[in-house]
């Protein structure tokens, strides 16, 4: 009987709160207004100087209004008078309020927060943090995740210089890299990937309109990054501010083997998976093993392919996980090998090199490998160099000779080179990694090359997303 009345007093004082806040707003605007009119003497002023003056001052304006819609949104935890201990149990009452200033990319907002201790668990606490989702940083989420782009995108220095230009706000570079390697801790295949469902409408957006099912194309390749070793960990020797001699470690250049899933529709090719890091052959085959028994290939709504090299690792994966994939040795990568042999077999003959090499192509693209292996037999090289050559071009086609049916697969629309997986080796490791300078650890080079991943799957504010969750319920499972 009592229910409407009660219902009636509490949509009256969430009407008033809402007044009272927007009231607090139009003073706070009413004043922010003031002070640009007061900033802003030059008459006339052009359209360039006014908007500098407002975004320099912006945030002065916008901390104000999350400050204001914290304190409506929020009201019961921020006069919240008990709260039980989550040790014990023991209904605790409230303390003077504690402020704490955060930093958003909206301005530095200041939180009075109510404090709780428990005297037999020697705990303190603040609702307020855990109903906020307040990180332990002064800098918030937001401002994390913006760094964590620029950083997987350009050297720490630069991003921190960006950041500043483009919000004018200040994120250090120490920051940024303790960010970014928690953010890529524990980063696999499966949580930079996107999901089954988002795999399944790209491939839906290619295959509409059309009578075959579109080609998907699995390409395996590695590219070589500088990587220093775990041995030289820890301070340098030189003066404060200055630069330390460089210390007595060899850098080593490693492979970071991947591979790509994408759809080729027409001229273009639609990004599905990526996958890159320094590794070796058995932990590539079991990350495609668990892309496989995640569902997130539709095999039967695709026409799968595989390009690779010719390196016996990638055919024996594909043959244990995809075994009805399409294998298609890499035709440009072929040609390479062409080129080597003619060039050692016709060292002083540029024509008959070309004219060999070409003819050779052709022979192969045309599906005459038995002629091509004829030739190579029937050779008489004179250097102990050329036959060499001819002998590993040889078993080369004789290894691959059911991955060359390049004139029968371009007719179907199958693509013939790896310029897919070339092209990611590009953007993902080499314009990262790959800088005047720069040596990494093989850790803190697969958590880079996992959150460039992430990027191109489109799964960044996802991986982001699940490091914020992990550190809130992290802080939360662990004692006061």
């Keep these: 009987m009592v229910t409407a009345p009660v219902l009636v007093l509490e949509e009256s004082r969430q009407a008033w709160v809402r007044d009272q806040t927007r009231r607090e707003l139009h003073e706070c605007f009413d004043l922010w207004l003031d002070s640009m009119e007061e900033a802003v003497t030059e008459e006339p002023t052009s359209l360039d100087a006014l908007a500098k003056a407002v975004f320099a001052r912006r945030q002065e304006l916008t901390a104000k209004v999350t400050e204001a819609l914290v304190k409506q949104r ?76 620029l950083a997987a995108e350009v050297p720490f220095e630069t991003a921190q210089e960006l950041f500043t230009q483009l919000t004018g706000l200040t994120l250090s570079a120490p920051t940024t890299h303790e960010v970014v390697g928690e953010l890529g801790r524990e980063l696999g295949v499966l949580e930079v990937s996107p999901t089954r469902e988002e795999v399944a409408q790209r491939v839906a957006g290619v295959a509409e309109d059309k009578k075959q099912s579109p080609i998907l194309v699995l390409a395996i390749d590695g590219a070589h990054v500088p990587t220093r070793p775990a041995g030289a960990k820890g301070p340098g020797n030189g003066k404060k501010r200055q630069r330390a001699r460089r210390a007595k470690w060899q850098g080593e250049w490693k492979e970071a083997k991947g591979f790509r899933f994408y759809l080729v529709d027409k001229e273009r090719i639609v990004q599905v998976l990526s996958w890159h890091q320094i590794q070796t052959d058995a932990q590539v085959g079991e990350a495609l093993r668990r892309v496989k028994e995640a569902g997130l290939i539709p095999e039967e709504r695709v026409r799968l392919c595989v390009i690779g090299d010719g390196a016996k690792w990638i055919w024996n994966q594909v043959k244990a996980i995809f075994p009805n994939a399409v294998q298609i040795l890499d035709y440009y990568h072929l040609s390479e090998r062409l080129h080597k042999v003619a060039l050692a077999q016709f060292p002083d003959d540029p024509l008959q090199e070309r004219e060999w090499v070409e003819a050779t192509k052709a022979r192969l693209f045309y599906g005459y490998v038995d002629w091509v292996l004829l030739d190579l037999e029937q050779m008489n090289p004179q250097e102990q160099e050329s036959a060499a050559e001819v002998r590993k071009l040889l078993g080369y086609l004789r290894e691959n000779q059911g991955r060359m049916k390049y004139r029968s697969l371009r007719r179907k629309g199958y693509p013939i080179g790896s310029g897919g997986i070339e092209s990611a080796n590009k953007f993902i490791s080499h314009v990262r990694l790959k800088r005047s300078g720069a040596w990494w650890y093989v850790e803190r080079a697969n958590v880079m090359l996992a959150l460039r991943c992430a990027k191109y799957n489109g799964t960044f504010q996802r991986v982001f997303a699940r490091y914020k969750h992990r550190v809130i319920a992290g802080r939360d499972s662990s004692p006061s």
């Excluded at 921020?78 to 709260?83: D, E, G, I, R, S």
């Excluded at 907002?109 to 855990?130: H, M, S, W």
């Design 74 to 149: 929020h009201r019961p935890a921020l006069h919240q008078k008990t709260a039980p201990c989550a040790q014990c149990g023991r209904l605790l009452p409230a303390r003077a309020l504690v402020p704490r200033t955060v930093e958003t990319l909206v301005g530095e907002v200041c939180l009075p927060r109510p404090y709780f201790y428990c005297v037999e668990c020697e705990g303190g606490f603040y609702p307020l943090d855990a109903v906020l989702e307040l990180s332990n940083r002064r800098k918030q989420w937001d401002i994390q995740e913006a760094g964590a782009r």
